[in-house]
């Protein structure tokens, strides 16, 4: 009985590793270490490949008696897609899809897939529900989007369940300041904060306050990391006990502007944000945050970490790992 786990070195997929490992399950990684770290993986069994190659995966899934799969393994830079499309349908999508037809042959059937509170682009209303519109102002969204509706025609049409997890704006690092994002290759919010109060960026630019919103900056869902990593375990539960596919926001139902993120970085740390208003980033939309009834109510899940708890761990990560896991 063992997890594979696709894209398992970068940011959220080592968090989520090693709580998976923590509650009993074995797992496998595979990634390409494009933009994952192995020292990130740790000691758990890892293999270095892509999912695109089929060999590879049925190889693993057999080699490790693999039965279920996190699926994280992705391009996520929204700028990039947009740059270059090619490269994103072919890693995300034509990757995904490979990666499934190996699972099939394999027998796996409960596959957890990590998608992007993107696909909504520009909310019709906020909270959000996992019905609404959707609508990707972004090829990566879209990658992110095909990648659902393939597997909610593998579910249809074969004994493949998953559970699509919707992810708002994950952030945070481990409460031990062992494992966390990269800040050289993030082009996030918190990571930005971090940057500039720890004095390695001269100031935060703040996208815009002219936005329909009470303090005029960007309303988003910050959700800790380490919560969100636990929603992939009660996902992967709730596959095991039979659970039909479904799709579910991971957010926290708050939404937080970038003033009020300044405010409270200020107020954890006891330091100076040092920020300037800029121009609004294209593509960004006023307020997203999630509507996180369906996940509480089918997994029983709900976050238990605070702003503060993503504020205080972002800044004891970064301040002891400037260069990431190459610190
Ligand atoms: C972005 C991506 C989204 C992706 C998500 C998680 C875009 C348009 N959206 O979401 O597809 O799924 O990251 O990786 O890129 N902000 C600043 N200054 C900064 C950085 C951000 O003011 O230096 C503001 C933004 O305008 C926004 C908020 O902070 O209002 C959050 O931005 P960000 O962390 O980039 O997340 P999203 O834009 O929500």
Request: proline share 4%.
């Amino acid at each position: 009985m063992t997890v594979l786990i696709t894209g398992g070195a970068g940011y959220i997929g080592s968090i989520t590793t090693r709580l998976i490992r923590s509650t009993g399950r074995a797992v496998v990684v595979l990634d390409t270490l494009e933009n994952g770290h192995k020292a990130a993986v740790g000691d758990a069994p890892f293999v270095q490949g892509d999912i695109a190659d089929s060999q590879l995966v049925e190889q693993v899934c057999k080699e490790h008696g693999v039965d279920e799969v996190v699926h994280f393994a992705a391009y996520k830079a929204v700028g990039e897609s947009m740059e270059n499309p090619s490269k994103y349908f072919q890693n995300n999508v034509t990757g995904s899809q490979k990666l499934f037809e190996a699972l099939q042959k394999c027998g796996v059937n409960r596959v957890v897939f990590s998608s992007t509170a993107a696909v909504y682009g520009t909310p019709t209303r906020v909270p959000v529900r996992e019905s609404d519109t959707l609508n990707c102002e972004s090829v990566y969204a879209e990658t992110k989007l095909m990648i659902e509706k393939t597997l909610g025609w593998y579910s249809k049409v074969s004994s493949m369940k998953s559970v699509v997890l919707r992810y708002f704006n994950a952030a945070g690092a481990t409460e031990d300041s062992t494992l966390g994002e990269d800040w050289r290759h993030s082009q996030n919010l918190i990571p930005h904060v971090m940057k500039a109060t720890l004095g390695h960026a001269p100031t935060l630019k703040v996208f815009g306050d002219d936005f329909p919103t009470p303090d005029g900056t960007g309303v988003r869902d910050y959700i800790h990391v380490e919560d969100l990593a636990r929603a992939h375990i009660a996902a992967l539960d709730y596959l095991k006990a039979s659970g039909e596919s479904i799709t579910c926001n991971v957010g926290t139902g708050f939404g937080t502007s970038v003033m009020q993120i300044i405010e409270a970085t200020e107020r954890v740390t006891g330091k100076k944000v040092p920020f300037e208003i800029v121009g609004r980033r294209a593509g960004d939309p006023a307020e997203c945050y999630a509507d996180a009834s369906l996940i509480h109510h089918t997994f029983g899940w709900s976050p238990e970490k605070s702003l503060e708890d993503i504020i205080a761990s972002a800044y004891a990560w970064h301040s002891s790992h400037p260069l990431g896991h190459d610190s």
